[in-house]
């Protein structure tokens, strides 16, 4: 197939990480016989230093035309001046509701090879499966904001339509998983959260196979340490899915390891790592890449509908975190390229055996 893939390097990391995923995608197209085109644009700070903001209008109509975004990561303190105009994080918000990507897919799962990393015990990694659907175009993020002299504010704004097709989005997904939902509020305190709670019963009444379970937000701060394994799809407002999922990636092992898909109503979608630009560590080849590495292979099987590629990255991904080589997050001493090459191999070896043994004729495993 042919597909149009708009790169938005970005900030820190954001260029190396990228650039790996691009090889990745690369070697798809090359061993399955898919045309690939990338559009490299600018994003974030690099954007602002480039052309002054952090969205130029050539890099959302790029975006808007391609078939799937993969970013990088935007930001670093070389903009963030809490008194600048614009900011690199205000590029991306702005991108991600001009996509209208509303449901934002973040799945955790730990890999056993890295079950050391966790500050979990090992018992309480077992099974850990999880779905998050954060949503990301409403709430505080998008809501009015004023400030004075002496006070700020940042608005929470959510209607029963936003609140509904995120919802609806989650019990589609849990309908392929375990058939359970979380959902995640404040609604003893907010009103943005009663609203949620109550078109969640809603929507819930069309899905009478999937199990609900409401908790509150602090609450499942908790929870989600003393027992990861019991959630199956995790459904929150922004502000809430961006903390939580921060906190599960460290439950993962590292914040480098846990990629991202946000979805709108067509196919195209905008693809990014959890993580951040890092720029304690840009440039120096160390970063690791394995985050935009899963994200690409969410962007194969959402946007392009290339499960077996998909799949087959992710395998790659898995015999890499088994065998290594490893970055320095995961107690390793390899460098980004490192791991990239480990990587392309584990993808060539995956191909070939699936070549060599196609499903049905496969007899061990
Ligand atoms: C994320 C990031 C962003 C967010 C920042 C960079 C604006 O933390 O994708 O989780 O808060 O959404
Ligand atoms: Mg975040």
């Known amino acids: 197939m042919k597909a ?12 190396e990480v990228t650039a790996v995923a691009v090889a990745v995608l690369e070697a798809v197209a090359a061993h399955y016989g898919h045309e690939f085109t990338f559009d490299r644009q600018l994003v974030g700070g690099a954007a ?62 730990v890999h056993p090879a890295l079950a050391a990393l966790s500050p979990l015990k090992d018992e309480k990694l077992r099974d850990v499966d999880v779905l998050f659907v954060r949503e990301l175009t409403g709430g505080a993020y998008f809501g009015a904001k004023t400030r004075g002299a002496d006070y700020a504010t940042d608005e929470c704004r959510y209607t029963e339509a936003e609140v509904e097709r995120v919802v609806r989005r989650a019990f589609e997904l849990a309908r392929g998983r375990r058939r359970h939902v979380t959902s995640v509020d404040k609604a003893n305190v907010l009103e943005t959260s009663r609203l949620w709670r109550r078109t969640v019963m809603r929507v819930a009444a069309d899905y009478p196979d999937v199990a609900l379970e409401h908790q509150l937000v602090d609450s499942m701060a908790m929870l989600l340490l003393t027992r990861p394994a019991s959630y199956d ?47 304690d560590i840009a440039g120096q080849g160390v970063a690791n890449p394995i985050g935009t590495v899963l994200s690409a292979a969410l962007l194969l099987r959402h946007s392009l509908q290339l499960d077996v590629e998909a799949q087959a990255v992710e395998a790659a991904v898995g015999h890499v975190l088994q065998h290594g080589p490893r970055s320095r997050d995961l107690g390793g001493h390899a460098g980004t390229a490192e791991v990239r090459d480990a990587v392309l191999a584990a993808l060539a070896g995956h191909i070939a055996h699936a070549d060599a043994f196609p499903r049905g004729v496969r007899a061990c495993g």
Do not use: M
């Open 4 to 15: 149009r893939i708009v790169i938005l390097p970005g900030d820190g990391v954001g260029p």
């Open 48 to 109: 602002i230093d480039a052309a002054g903001e952090p969205l130029p209008a050539a890099t959302l109509a790029a975006c808007q035309a391609a078939d799937a975004v993969l970013l990088g990561a935007v930001g670093g303190p070389k903009w963030s001046d809490p008194n600048a105009k614009v900011r690199p994080e205000q590029g991306l918000l702005a991108l991600r509701a001009a996509l209208g990507v509303y449901a934002n897919l973040r799945p955790l799962s």
């Open 233 to 279: 799809v995790v459904v929150t407002e922004n502000l809430f899915g961006d903390i939580l999922t921060d906190e599960a990636a460290a439950i993962a092992g590292s914040l480098g390891l846990l990629p991202s898909a946000s979805l709108g109503e067509g196919r195209a979608g905008l693809y990014e790592p959890i993580h951040g630009s890092a720029p």
